[in-house]
């Protein structure tokens, strides 16, 4: 099993930044890709950036050129750094993390453990 820990949510204006955390503990030898996902009110949890364990990352195109995944593999720590945020970005934002190295980067079904989720919100 996998346990998964977020935090760095908060309230920004439009333009702003915000660094989330996610620590994981537990069986980490098993995850090969870790991810970040949104989740609006209302709507369906979307992946937004994804990393596999050499460090190569993926992002969605609404985020590509703001946002950073990244990961400290000593410290089983993911990051994700977001810049020039929206009213759009607003979200509860969700850690996740897989066995299977197969499948969609940013299809929610393929991801065995997630986190409790952290708030991000942007004002206008």
């Known amino acids: 099993q996998v346990q998964l820990v977020e935090s760095g949510g908060g309230s920004v204006q439009s333009g702003g930044s915000l660094r989330l955390l996610c620590a994981a503990s537990?069986?980490?030898?098993?995850?090969?890709?870790m991810a970040w996902f949104q989740q609006a009110p209302g709507k369906e949890r979307e992946g937004v950036a994804a990393?596999?364990?050499?460090?190569?990352?993926r992002y969605v195109d609404s985020v590509k050129g703001r946002f950073t995944i990244s990961q400290d593999t000593n410290k089983n720590t993911l990051y994700l750094q977001m810049n020039t945020l929206t009213p759009e970005d607003t979200a509860m934002y969700y850690c996740?993390?897989?066995?299977?190295?197969?499948?969609?980067?940013?299809?929610?079904?393929?991801?065995?453990?997630w986190g409790q989720g952290t708030q991000v919100t942007v004002s206008s």
């Open positions: 537990g069986d980490t030898y098993s995850i090969t890709r």
């Open positions: 990393i596999t364990n050499d460090g190569s990352p």
């Open positions: 996740a993390a897989r066995r299977w190295a197969g499948g969609s980067y940013f299809s929610a079904k393929y991801y065995d453990y």
